[in-house]
């Protein structure tokens, strides 16, 4: 079936320095795909998106890059803060059930100050 | 607009009992999902409903019931419960037709045992 695979699982960063987050799809019919932030206690939080007709997209210190031939996607958060401290889950498409999505298993990024 | 709203934030239940999860949304869209989130994970896919009336089955939907008489909730019914169901429970929705971004509700955090 579906799969989405998230490296790396832990991500320990200093503040200032850059993250990345890097997601593997399977279905080639994908075609959106999202990146949520979860903080403790709490729903997850629709950060960026991408769909398949673009290349890249940025929203300030946030950017999603998508390769679709090779089907990965990345997260890159430049100037981190301890506020971006989270875990992070990308997402993908299902292409049989209307927009919803395949999640990867989230990748807990902290930011030491 | 307060959003996706789901209730109880907390139950726990005893082997063999039933309880309804609900959920809400007050931004008339019409495609609605429950999610389960094990520690560690990502999100699964329970159900999904594209509007009311109609329901399909998620990644695993074996334990569970959903209904969808009205745009606005989509209650997830648990019969007869079992420890593999102790989880957290999102409720997300999206409006397709403008943009596949869904918005997911606070959680509730089952436990039974």
């Known amino acids: 079936g579906e799969n989405v695979e998230q490296h790396p699982s832990t991500l320990s960063v200093q503040e200032g320095d850059s993250a990345v987050i890097k997601c593997t799809y399977s279905d080639s019919a994908s075609n959106y795909f999202p990146w949520y932030k979860q903080e403790l206690g709490k729903g997850p ?28 996607f990345s997260l890159h ?21 209307g927009t919803a999505l395949i999640f990867g298993k989230g990748t807990t990024l902290s930011v030491s100050s | 607009n307060a959003g996706v709203t789901q209730t109880p934030k907390f139950r726990i239940l005893k082997i063999g009992q ?41 990644e695993v939907p074996n334990g569970y019931n959903v209904s969808r008489s009205t745009t606005e909730d ?7 419960a079992a420890p593999s169901q102790t989880s957290v429970y999102f409720c997300a929705s999206s409006y397709s037709d403008r943009g596949p971004e869904q918005y997911f509700g606070p959680g509730t955090r089952l436990t039974v045992t």
């Open chain 1, 45 to 72: 939080q629709l950060i960026i998106d991408i769909r398949s007709n673009v290349g890249e997209k940025k929203d300030q210190r946030i950017a999603v890059t998508l390769n679709k031939t090779a089907k990965h």
């Open chain 1, 77 to 97: 958060i430049t100037e981190t803060q301890p506020e971006d401290s989270a875990v992070y889950f990308c997402a993908a498409s299902i292409r049989q059930a």
């Open chain 2, 18 to 58: 039933s309880m309804t999860l609900q959920c809400t949304q007050d931004m008339n869209h019409n495609y609605m999902y429950w999610y389960r989130q094990d520690p560690g994970m990502g999100l699964k896919l329970i159900y999904y409903s594209v509007g009311a009336g109609i329901t399909d089955k998620g």
């Open chain 2, 74 to 80: 989509f209650p997830l019914r648990l019969e007869l």
